[in-house]
């Protein structure tokens, strides 16, 4: 593994969260909005874009944080 690695993954993982939450407000004003096939569309691509990038960011997470590897 390059010394590279953990600060691409900071950086993903920053990247994704900021996406989780620009589509947690697409989501909300797409769940607020009156019914129709535009606000399904807008429903459906940002909670899809939100829960792609929230898992992502949190297996990122847990692979930096991860447990400490136990000494020999």
Not at 9 to 17: E, H, I, K, M, S
Not at 19 to 40: F, K, Q, W
């Amino acid at each position: 593994m390059s010394a590279a690695a953990p600060r691409r993954a900071r950086r993903w993982f920053w990247a994704l969260t900021a996406t989780a939450v620009c589509a947690s407000g697409v989501l909300y004003e797409g769940l607020r909005a009156s019914p129709g096939p535009g606000a399904a569309l807008r429903v459906l691509i940002s909670g899809l874009v939100l829960a792609a990038s929230a898992v992502q960011a949190a297996r990122i997470f847990a692979a930096l944080v991860g447990r400490p590897r136990p000494s020999r």
